[in-house]
């Protein structure tokens, strides 16, 4: 099975600022048609996760532009060009390139 | 607009068998290149990935789950369900179902909470 790891697992951050978020497979996540199988989740407080980012750093429809997605292989991050206060929650990276599906540790992005 | 929502019991007694279903709308289940897939989340933990199941009834399941786990299509009633038997207190979480794409799952249930205990 693939284990994912992310880092921070704690990040305060103060409006306006970036913030990044480092999200690490331990088996490549590039297929032979050049995607990787890597996509980004926000759970939001009390709310159920929503996709961010897919195959590595495609935004999902209505997705701020603030939020971007670099890395391949087995190295990804999440960037957030200029955190608002909407941004809190759990942000959870995820393998898809092959089942069992696995996440991240989760990453709890919080206001200073 | 997809809209998916899960339903069944939220309470389930220790060593019997927890049955959720999800409830797809706004869209055939049956259409599509899609999979169908339930998560759990722990109360404060984690997202754990439980399996999924193609629109032709194909399976994926959580290796550490696979011997109590049965995922079922119903494309008559635009639905999907989850059987997991033998729960312990462990299988205590929200339970989410979720349609999934070649990029990422991209419509989830609100969740529901099933509670194992006696």
């Known amino acids: 099975d693939i284990v994912m790891t992310q880092s921070p697992l704690s990040l305060p951050v103060t409006p306006g600022e970036p913030a990044s978020i480092s999200c690490r497979s331990s088996?490549?996540?590039?297929?032979?048609?050049?995607?990787?199988?890597l996509d980004w989740y926000l759970q939001k407080p009390g709310q159920s996760p929503q996709l961010l980012i897919y195959?590595?750093?495609n935004r999902a429809s209505g997705v701020p532009d603030r939020f971007s997605g670099i890395g391949s292989g087995t190295d990804f991050t999440l960037n957030i060009s200029r955190v608002e206060a909407e941004d809190v929650g759990l942000y959870y990276c995820m393998q898809t390139l092959q089942t069992p599906h696995s996440f991240g540790q989760g990453t709890k992005l919080e206001i200073k | 607009q997809v809209q998916l929502q899960e339903s069944g019991p939220g309470l389930v007694k220790p060593s019997q068998t927890l049955s959720l279903t999800c409830t797809v709308s706004?869209?055939?289940?049956?259409?599509?290149?899609?999979?169908w897939s339930w998560i759990r989340q722990p109360a404060g933990k984690g997202l754990e990935w439980i399996g999924r199941i193609s629109t032709s009834g194909t399976t994926n399941y959580n290796p550490s789950l696979k011997s109590r786990l049965t995922i079922s299509i119903d494309s008559s009633k635009n639905q999907f369900s989850l059987n997991l038997t033998s729960v312990t207190a462990a299988d205590t979480a929200v339970y989410y179902c979720?349609?999934?794409?070649?990029?990422?799952?991209?419509?989830w249930g609100q969740g529901a909470l099933v509670t194992v205990s006696s």
């Open positions: 195959l590595g750093s």
């Open positions: 979720a349609r999934v794409r070649s990029g990422g799952y991209d419509y």
């Open positions: 706004g869209g055939s289940i049956s259409s599509g290149s899609y999979f």
């Open positions: 088996q490549s996540l590039l297929q032979s048609n050049g995607y990787n199988y």
